[in-house]
C-alpha cells in the first residue's frame, strides 16, 4: 500500500508532532517501510496500492492503555448517589463501587460479558484505536476472573485491534473475604493468577493500591508472584491518598502507574529512576470531581513518560472516547496538544510494554489513523467530535 499526498505526524524528529507535509508512506508485509517528502518516493512501486490522502493527518493509530472494559451491569445509581453528596470511599464502604460491578459481573453469562464489551469496544474502534488494555478484576474470584480475561481474549478475535490483558486480581476485597485481604491473596489470587498464567490469559500483572483496596505490603506478594511467572506489573496508585503505591511499582520496574492525583516528590523520582510510565486518567479525575491533579510539572522534569487513557469502567470513569481524554488531558492536567498525542501513542504503547507501535518508523506496525484535519492539536482540541477518516491496522484498511 502507498498513502501519499499526506501530512504525517511521525511523533520523532525536531519538529513539533514530528510533522511532515507533502508527504508519502510506503506500507509492506503490514509494516511501515518507508517514509518521507513525496518527492522523494522511491522509482519501483509496482504492486503497491496507492491512495491519495488530499493532505489528510496520518498519526499512529491511537492507543487505549487503561481499561476495565470487559464488567457486568452499571453504576448509575451510584453516579446519582455521589451527586447527593456520597463520597467515592463512602459508596465503596457501603457495599457499593466496585463490588456492586462484581455482584453484576459474577451473574453475567460469558456471552453478556462479550456483547456488552463488544459494544463498547466498537466506540473506542470508532476513533482509530487499534490497540488496548482490558483489565480483569471485577470477578474476585477464580472462576469469573478467568473468564474475564478469555473474554477479553475473545473480543481480539473478533475486531481488528490487539488486546492486551492484566491480571487485576487485587482490585477489591470481595464480601467473603471482608478484613481478611491475606486470606483473599492466599486462597483467591494468587491461585487465578497461576490459572490464569497457565492458560496464556495474562500479559501484565496489575492491582490498587489503596485504602479501600490493598496494601502495599500485599500488593508486594502479588507482584513477586508476576515476577516468578515472568510477567510485568503495573498499579494503580495514589489515586485517593498516598500510601508510597508508586515508590513501590517502580522497585519492580512497572511498566506503569496509574492515576498518580496524590503522587509526592518521592514517587515522581522513583518513577523518573525506573523509566515506568505514568498514565493519567482525566476521565475518573472528572468523574469523582476530584481537586487535586496528579503533578503533572514535577513529571514532566523528572523526564517521566505520561501517557493518558479512557479508564473505561462502570464506576468511576464511565467513557469510551480516547479524543475526549485528550481533551481533558489538556484542559484539566495542561497537558500540551502534543504531549497528549504522544500520550496515547507512543506512551502508551511503552505504558503496555510495546515497543513495535506507537510511532511512525520503517519497520513498525503500520497501525494507522486517518484524520481530516489539517494540524494535530486539532485532535486534543474539539469536543464531541470524531474527525476520523479511516483507520489502518496491520496494514490494511478496518
Known amino acids: 500500500m502507498l498513502l501519499k499526498n499526506a501530512t504525517l505526524a511521525t511523533l520523532s524528529g525536531s519538529e513539533p508532532y514530528g510533522l511532515m507535509t507533502n508527504a508519502a508512506l510506503i506500507i509492506e508485509d503490514g509494516r511501515i517501510a518507508w517514509f518521507g517528502p513525496q518527492s522523494e518516493l522511491p522509482s519501483d512501486l509496482s504492486g503497491h496500492e496507492a491512495h491519495d490522502l488530499a493532505g489528510r493527518l496520518v498519526t499512529p493509530a491511537p492507543i487505549d492503555c487503561h481499561t476495565h472494559l470487559v464488567h457486568g451491569g452499571d453504576r448509575a445509581k451510584e453516579f446519582e448517589m455521589r451527586l447527593n453528596g456520597a463520597s467515592y470511599e463512602e459508596v465503596a464502604r457501603a457495599g457499593g463501587g466496585i463490588l ?34 482490558v483489565k480483569s478484576g471485577y470477578g474476585l474470584d477464580i472462576e469469573t476472573e ?27 476485597l470481595p464480601p467473603e473475604f471482608a478484613n481478611r485481604p491475606g486470606d483473599y491473596i492466599d486462597q483467591v489470587c494468587l491461585p487465578a493468577l497461576a490459572d490464569a498464567h497457565a492458560e496464556g490469559l495474562v500479559d501484565a500483572v496489575d492491582g490498587f493500591c489503596e485504602g479501600i483496596a490493598f496494601q502495599p505490603a500485599e500488593i508486594a506478594r502479588v507482584f513477586d508472584a508476576a515476577r516468578a511467572m515472568g510477567l510485568p506489573v503495573k498499579l494503580h496508585a495514589e489515586q485517593l ?58 513529571l514532566r522534569d523528572a523526564g517521566v513518560p505520561i501517557a493518558l487513557a479512557t479508564d473505561a469502567n462502570p464506576g468511576s470513569s464511565p467513557m469510551t472516547s480516547l ?30 510494554g510495546l515497543e513495535d507501535c506507537g510511532r511512525i518508523a520503517p519497520g513498525l506496525r503500520a497501525d494507522l489513523a486517518i484524520w481530516d484535519v489539517a494540524y494535530p492539536a486539532e485532535l486534543a482540541y474539539r469536543i464531541g467530535f470524531n474527525p476520523l477518516y479511516r483507520r489502518i491496522f496491520e496494514g490494511r484498511w478496518a
Do not use: K, W
Open 146 to 172: 478467568l473468564t474475564m480475561l478469555r473474554v477479553a481474549r475473545q473480543l481480539g478475535r473478533e475486531r481488528a485491534v490487539r488486546i492486551r490483558t492484566s491480571f487485576l486480581g487485587a482490585h477489591a
Open 323 to 352: 479524543l475526549l481524554a485528550m481533551n481533558m488531558g489538556c484542559t484539566l492536567f495542561r497537558l500540551t496538544p502534543e504531549e497528549a498525542l504522544t500520550a496515547v501513542t507512543r506512551h502508551a504503547a511503552q505504558a503496555l
Open 241 to 298: 491518598s498516598n500510601l508510597g503505591g508508586a515508590r513501590l511499582a517502580a522497585s519492580y520496574g512497572a511498566l506503569s502507574a496509574d492515576h498518580l492525583e496524590y503522587l509526592d516528590d518521592d514517587g515522581v523520582a522513583a518513577l523518573g529512576e525506573s523509566g515506568s510510565v505514568a498514565v493519567l486518567l482525566p476521565g475518573a479525575y472528572y468523574t469523582l470531581r476530584e481537586t487535586q491533579m496528579p503533578p503533572v510539572m514535577q
Open 100 to 133: 456492586s460491578t462484581v455482584r453484576a459481573t459474577r451473574t453475567a453469562s460469558p456471552q453478556e460479558l462479550r456483547d456488552t464489551a463488544l459494544a463498547r469496544l466498537d466506540v473506542l474502534i470508532g476513533e482509530g484505536v487499534t490497540t488496548l488494555e
